[in-house]
């Protein structure tokens, strides 16, 4: 009985101890433009860097500028050489502050979004 305790002991702090890796969520590693940066010229693409690889059809990308004009990539898709970066042709960009949002879906099924601003000088 006392053999049984001691494994029932051991499978439940391992569990306790898997369950923090279980519950992490993709995130949002890099970017380019950085976050928060100023840019000259405007960029031709946005590239955002996660901590997994991404579904997809899942992913969108918009970039809306300090008037509130949204533009939308001309095409979005993933990086060839890595499943993690979500890459996003945009259309021409005049100066201004611009604010990046996006959100995806991770190979794991959970939806993640976020958003970050950047500066065209």
């Given at each position: 009985m006392h053999i049984k305790k001691l494994i029932n002991a051991a499978l439940a702090s391992a569990a306790l101890a898997a369950?923090?890796?279980?519950?992490?969520?993709?995130?949002?590693?890099?970017?380019?433009?950085?976050?928060?940066?100023?840019?000259?010229?405007?960029?031709?693409?946005?590239?955002?860097?996660?901590?997994?690889?991404?579904?997809?059809?899942?992913?969108?990308?918009?970039?809306?500028?300090?008037?509130?004009?949204?533009?939308?990539?001309?095409?979005?898709?993933?990086d060839p050489a890595n499943a993690r970066v979500l890459v996003a042709t945009m259309p021409a960009l005049h100066a201004g502050a611009y604010r990046v949002q996006w959100s995806t879906v991770t190979r794991d099924g959970h939806k993640v979004k976020g958003e970050f601003n950047f500066r065209v000088k």
């Open positions: 369950a923090p890796a279980a519950l992490a969520h993709a995130k949002l590693e890099a970017s380019s433009p950085q976050a928060n940066s100023v840019v000259s010229p405007a960029p031709a693409q946005l590239r955002l860097q996660f901590s997994e690889p991404l579904e997809l059809p899942f992913s969108k990308i918009k970039l809306v500028d300090e008037q509130g004009a949204v533009f939308a990539p001309a095409k979005i898709g993933a």
